[in-house]
């Protein structure tokens, strides 16, 4: 089954750039999707197809795919940015999606 | 405005069974492609299963040949059916719908809490 994997925590400071990662076998090749999930609370959907960002979501939120990692960019963090980040592609191999292991994002 | 609302979870005993149920409104189930997604307490997001608009239907190995995703067209719900529970699907359910089909979950429900325990 297809694996992705991100690191468990990130740290920034608020008003810079907090940037999450997503690894997988040839990952450029898969539409990316991300989540933002705060506790108690339904996830969020910020980022899909690598980089389009839903209506309503602030152009803070970027995303990037090539080779084996995608990337989720977060440009002048701020404090409700603190959160858990979720990437998440469709493996056409099974016709499962899979989401990656998660990363708690800290604001300094 | 799209929503969907989840109930039928509670606590069930090992081996057990319950129906989880997904109320949609502001949008046709049947059209959509939709899903359950679950999280365990503490852990993260697990995709469970899914119902294209065709009416295909997949699930995550974790819960193959116990769980059976289905939809109600006159009543526009969402449902999957649990039986054989263990422990280890605890968690909380969420049905989700994809923003626009395979472009990701776009709309969630609250999730409803699926407890199995002696």
């Known amino acids: 089954s297809y694996v992705l994997t991100q690191p468990p925590s990130v740290s920034v400071a608020p008003g810079k750039t907090a940037r999450i990662t997503c690894g997988g076998n040839?990952?450029?090749?898969?539409?990316v999707h991300w989540y933002q999930q705060k506790p108690g609370q339904a996830p969020v959907l910020v980022v899909y197809?690598?980089?389009d960002r839903p209506s309503g979501i602030p152009e803070r939120f970027s995303g990037s795919n090539s080779g084996n990692t995608a990337t989720l960019t977060i440009s002048r963090v701020e404090a409700g940015d603190e959160a858990d980040y979720y990437c998440?592609?469709?493996?056409?191999?099974?016709?499962?999606?899979?989401f990656g292991t998660g990363t708690k994002v800290t604001v300094l | 405005e799209v929503q969907l609302v989840e109930s039928g979870g509670g606590l069930v005993q090992p081996g057990g069974s319950l129906r989880l149920s997904c109320a949609a409104s502001?949008?046709?189930?049947?059209?959509?492609?939709m899903s359950w997604v679950r999280q365990a307490p503490g852990k993260g997001l697990e995709w469970v299963s899914i119902?294209?608009?065709?009416?295909?239907?997949y699930y995550a190995d974790s819960v193959k040949g116990r769980f059976t995703i289905s939809r109600d067209n006159s009543k526009n719900t969402l449902y999957l059916q649990m039986n054989s529970l263990r422990a280890e699907d605890t968690a909380v359910y969420y049905c989700?719908?994809?923003?626009?089909?395979?472009?990701?979950?776009?709309?969630w429900g609250q999730g409803t809490l699926v407890t199995v325990s002696s």
């Open positions: 119902i294209y608009s065709g009416g295909s239907t």
């Open positions: 197809d690598d980089s």
């Open positions: 040839n990952i450029g090749y898969k539409s």
């Open positions: 989700a719908r994809d923003w626009t089909p395979g472009s990701g979950y776009g709309y």
């Open positions: 502001g949008f046709t189930v049947s059209s959509n492609y």
């Open positions: 998440q592609v469709w493996d056409s191999s099974s016709d499962h999606r899979v």
